[in-house]
């Protein structure tokens, strides 16, 4: 069995986490990712507000009596009262994404709750280890959604060579074993899956957007950050969304100017989309690991097969190296 630090900082089984999606990633998922063994993550950041959060935290108490967590999207406005909730419900953990994390951790820590961060630069790692959180969630620019520019193969070693110890766990691009495997033999502590868990049957997202997700290979991604300025969501500068390409993206991905001008028009349009289901203008986040999702299963099994199957391409591994 892959048993790392990470493993016994969470008690937990399995060195697997499902990302903290805005809105999709429910109670439901989270806690069907802990009940397999993994560290189910609920995605704070909804338009539901602070009720929300309240009441998925407390179902998905009602479902798992194991551990689970919550993050957010830390840059956003008004997002103090989110995190209130997460601390007065007394969740294992905490994610801050896309800010400093600094502010959050005396807080948590005084309530004995866990608190990682979700890092896209070196200079973001090591400012996390100085604030003293209890695991980095290494980034790379392969992640579905909100991302940066540097890729995992590089970003997670050079991180986990900087932070003195602290587990660093892997985002962008593990979908399989393949990918658990090899992020552990990059140094990762465990590994956050994002784009995997949109093909599950407890996301929280439709199922026209599953079928776009599973439809699409490696190719068939682009980070933008146009739906963002169509928005004015609060992402920092080098922060964009990686999405499935479509039409709308296409013809408007870095149009800044233009962007702004038509910016009315273009929220009609995007509502417009949202209402039609149409994924040629949405937004749907994915990650380049949508080129390796074949179907659509429950993600306790998903957790399961792939900690299994990742078991064994370690103990194959052997068979690469020759005595003498
Ligand atoms: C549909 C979707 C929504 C996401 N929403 C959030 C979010 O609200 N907050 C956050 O910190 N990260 C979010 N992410 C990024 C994930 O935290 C994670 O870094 C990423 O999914 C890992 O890469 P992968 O998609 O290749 O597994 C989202 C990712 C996806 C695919």
């Known amino acids: ?16 986490l499902n990302a903290p999606m805005g809105g999709t990633a429910t109670a439901t998922l989270a806690a069907a990712v802990s009940n397999a ?28 009596n194991r551990p689970f967590g919550v993050g957010f999207i830390s840059s956003f406005p ?21 800010a400093d994390p600094t502010p959050y951790v005396a807080a948590a820590r005084a309530r004995g709750i866990r608190v990682f961060a979700q890092v896209q630069s070196l200079a973001q790692a090591q400012r996390a280890a100085k604030a003293g959180v209890d695991a980095i969630i290494a980034q790379g620019t392969e992640a579905g959604g909100h991302t940066g520019t540097a890729g995992t193969l590089a970003l997670l070693p050079a991180v986990v060579d900087s932070v003195g110890g602290i587990p660093v766990l892997a985002a962008g691009g593990v979908a399989d074993r393949r990918g658990l495997a090899a992020v552990l033999m990059l140094g990762a502590a465990g590994a956050s899956l994002g784009t995997r868990f949109v093909a599950s049957d407890e996301w929280g997202g439709g199922d026209w957007e599953q079928q776009a997700v599973l439809d699409a290979t490696t190719d068939d991604t682009i980070r933008t950050s146009l739906y963002d300025q169509i928005r004015g969501a609060a992402f920092p500068a080098d922060i964009a969304d990686r999405v499935l390409r479509n039409r709308f993206n296409t013809a408007w991905n870095g149009r800044t100017t233009a962007i702004t001008e038509q910016r009315a028009d273009l929220q009609r349009q995007l509502e417009a989309g949202a209402k039609a289901l149409d994924k040629e203008v949405v937004d749907i986040s994915a990650g380049l690991a949508a080129g390796l999702i074949r179907s659509q299963e429950p993600a306790g099994l998903i957790v399961q097969r792939i900690v299994a199957e990742a078991e064994q391409v370690l103990q194959r591994s052997a068979t690469l190296l020759r005595s003498g």
């Open 78 to 98: 008004n997002i103090d009262d989110l995190v209130q909730v997460a601390l007065d419900e007394q969740v294992a953990a905490i994610n801050h994404s896309f």
């Open 37 to 64: 063994g993994g560290f189910g993550m609920i995605g704070g950041t909804s338009p539901g507000g602070p009720d929300w959060l309240r009441s998925q935290i407390r179902a998905a108490r009602a479902q798992t």
């Open 1 to 16: 069995m892959i048993h790392t630090h990470l493993c016994d900082l969470l008690a937990i089984d399995h060195p697997i």
